[in-house]
């Protein structure tokens, strides 16, 4: 039951351009989404986050927008850098029983972003 | 550099036997993550302690066991090996289970059945 979802493998964008990463969620206990970005070799890194309680959330050159009717959210890169090429991850959080936070965290299956120059 | 470090970072054996990974977290982070990776797999959560106690279960498998020590490191036991059990693991820290606080994730340990 893959409950965060991120349908598209890989996504090429030129530099200068814009970088649009798509996830789509079922679970509507998710209060809190993030976006990890992950360069071989290494562990995921933080990159931005969103709380249910708002739909957009801006820094620097990456904005994340949060459609909760659609359960979808999207992660904007402008402009996009050789140096964002990275797999990136849409991961949420849901409240366990009783409105405990935990910080479990459920993965999408990752888009890969190359940027050319 | 995270913070996070794991070891050991490659680590091949066979089926059957039993491995331990260990994680030591960011100084001052009382919460540990646990993560599989597998190929055809994104990232999925095992286990959380916070502050010595577990905190959250995801679908860690029964031959899995972790636990967190009073210095806060904490191990992975993974035992019976198989095949399957091939993957990378990533230990995160934060500084409390509250989601919006940031995981740092170590490098991983590659784990490789044969």
């Known amino acids: 039951d893959q409950q965060v979802k991120q349908n598209s493998p890989s996504l090429s964008v030129q530099e200068g351009r814009i970088s649009i990463l798509n996830c789509d969620y079922t679970?509507?206990?998710?209060?809190?989404f993030l976006w990890y970005k992950k360069y071989p070799a290494e562990g995921p890194t933080f990159l931005i986050s969103?709380?249910?309680?708002?739909d957009k959330n801006e820094d620097g050159r990456f904005t994340v927008f949060l459609n909760k009717s659609a359960k979808h959210l999207s992660l904007h890169i402008v402009p996009s850098q050789p140096g964002d090429s990275a797999v990136y991850f849409c991961?949420?959080?849901?409240?366990?029983?009783?409105?405990?936070?935990?910080?479990?965290?459920?993965f999408g299956q990752g888009t890969i972003l190359t940027v050319h120059p | 550099d995270s913070g996070v470090t794991q070891t050991p970072k490659h680590l091949i054996t066979a089926t059957g036997q039993r491995v331990t990974l260990r994680c030591s977290p960011r100084?001052?982070?009382?919460?540990v993550y646990w993560y599989q990776q597998s190929l055809d797999q994104g990232l999925q959560f095992l286990i959380q302690?916070?502050?010595?106690?577990?905190?959250a279960k995801g679908n860690i498998l029964e031959r899995f066991s972790a636990q967190q020590f009073p210095d806060l490191h904490s191990e992975l036991n993974l035992s019976s090996l198989e095949l399957g059990d091939s993957a990378l693991y990533f230990c995160?820290?934060?500084?409390?289970?509250?989601?919006?606080?940031?995981?740092?994730f170590g490098p991983g340990t590659r784990l490789t059945v044969l």
């Open positions: 991961a949420a959080s849901a409240k366990g029983a009783g409105g405990t936070s935990y910080g479990k965290l459920t």
């Open positions: 995160a820290s934060s500084v409390d289970p509250r989601p919006f606080n940031e995981q740092f």
């Open positions: 302690y916070y502050n010595g106690e577990e905190r």
């Open positions: 969103i709380s249910s309680i708002k």
């Open positions: 679970n509507s206990m998710f209060d809190y």
């Open positions: 100084s001052g982070d009382l919460s």
